[in-house]
T-cell receptor, first 113, second 114 residues
Framework: EAQVTQNPRYLITVTGKKLTVTCSQNMNHEYMSWYRQDPGLGLRQIYYSMNVEVTDKGDVPEGYKVSRKEKRNFPLILESPSPNQTSLYFC????????????FGPGTRLTVL | AQKVTQAQTEISVVEKEDVTLDCVYETRDTTYYLFWYKQPPSGELVFLIRRNSFDEQNEISGRYSWNFQKSTSSFNFTITASQVVDSAVYFCALTETGANNLFFGTGTRLTVIP
């Protein structure tokens, strides 16, 4: 089954404790991205990647890092989480720039205390 | 600059009523794509429709229909004979040709009362 998977689905952590949210897709998509969803703000893009080793900032990249060492994986790293990063996070993938339907993962609900 | 406005924050309807969710967008590009996504209480994002800027034909899929009007920069979504399972947050989104981002509206929470 074609899908985007994220782990963990739920995470409660404390300020400053490094964490990684994994994202994997099995559709051989070139393009992957991370969004965060906050009440009243909709979804905003954090980072995106157009292919292996090619990443760039989205609209709200502060406090996040990403890497794209393999085509299928695009982990989101919070080196020193803060309470304002409490949010619902979505990973997404699509075949490339010429195809615009994004496939979203199930979401990761992160709480930073 | 891209912008998507969903002015209706929350809507409540009684089951079997029709409901229209509004979406107004701004873009300087002549080629762009508009989307609707559904987010049920379980939290995942479900793709509903994609429409490109050159196709202004309205679309109907079962109880769902979409009205795209470039003259008013709107891409409204109507649910006919609403059902409790339609209760969700609905997002309208926009991307321009070659863009690396999908710009979302703030969403409309629809509650269908049995």
């Amino acid at each position: 089954e074609a899908q985007v998977t994220q782990n963990p689905r739920y995470l409660i952590t404390v300020t400053g404790k490094k964490l990684t949210v994994t994202c994997s897709q099995n559709m051989n998509h070139e393009y992957m991205s991370w969004y965060r969803q906050d009440p009243g703000l909709g979804l905003r893009q954090i980072y995106y990647s157009m292919n292996v080793e090619v990443t760039d900032k989205g609209d709200v990249p502060e406090g996040y890092k990403v890497s794209r060492k393999e085509k299928r994986n695009f982990p989101l790293i919070l080196e020193s989480p803060s309470p304002n990063q409490t949010s619902l996070y979505f990973c997404a993938s699509r075949p490339g720039l010429v195809s615009y339907e994004q496939f979203f993962g199930p979401g990761t609900r992160l709480t930073v205390l | 600059a891209q912008k998507v406005t969903q002015a209706q924050t929350e809507i409540s309807v009684v089951e079997k009523e029709d409901v229209t969710l509004d979406c107004v967008y701004e873009t300087r590009d002549t080629t762009y794509y508009l989307f609707w996504y559904k987010q049920p209480p379980s939290g995942e994002l479900v793709f509903l429709i994609r429409r490109n800027s050159f196709d202004e034909q309205n679309e109907i899929s079962g109880r769902y229909s979409w009205n795209f009007q470039k003259s008013t920069s709107s891409f409204n979504f109507t649910i006919t004979a609403s059902q409790v399972v339609d209760s969700a947050v609905y997002f309208c989104a926009l991307t321009e040709t070659g863009a690396n981002n999908l710009f979302f509206g703030t969403g409309t929470r629809l509650t269908v009362i049995p």
